[in-house]
């Protein structure tokens, strides 16, 4: 499980803030698994798919993913993993390989950029089905983003 840093839980916090006071709906979406003890027993719970974007909002009727990185650095670097995915693959990941155990084989994409890959890969989805998602670093680009959607 990836731990968010504190720079990241901040300016999801400050994003939080700003969709509340602009009155649209939000959730914070987590993913992967947690496990509840029960007594003599444990309990699986299955939260979000892997790859789902830390916040799910409807902003002016539209279904709006914002994955937010912690800094403008990680931002581009996340830009620049997925670029060469993209270089790879296309814009239908799911044509041409098996999930990750395919594209792992190709030497430019390395092990550590899985998570980008799944959160691509989602975006991805959630744009074919009529959804919009964003990839910010703060509230000043999250409004940047919107404005360029025509979403505010």
């Not at 901040?10 to 993913?31: F, H, M, P, T, V």
């Not at 403008?72 to 239908?92: A, F, L, P, S």
Request: aromatic share 12%; with cysteine; net charge positive.
């Amino acid at each position: 499980m990836v731990k968010k840093s504190n720079e990241e839980f901040i300016i999801q916090k400050a994003i939080i803030d700003y969709l509340d006071k602009n009155g649209y709906w939000w959730e914070r979406a987590n993913s992967g698994q947690a496990f509840v003890k029960n007594g003599y027993s444990t309990r699986k719970i299955m939260l979000m798919r892997r790859g789902c974007p830390d916040l799910l909002s409807c902003v002016d009727g539209q279904l709006v993913g914002i994955e937010v990185k912690k800094s403008e650095k990680e931002y581009k670097r996340w830009k620049t993993i997925i670029d060469k995915y993209r270089e790879i693959v296309g814009d239908n990941p799911d044509l041409k390989m098996q999930w990750r155990h395919e594209i792992l084989t190709y030497p430019e994409i390395k092990k550590s950029w899985e998570r980008e890959i799944f959160q691509y890969k989602y975006a991805i989805r959630m744009t074919r089905g009529g959804g919009k998602y964003i990839l910010t670093y703060s509230v000043e680009h999250l409004e940047e983003q919107l404005n360029k959607l025509k979403l505010k």
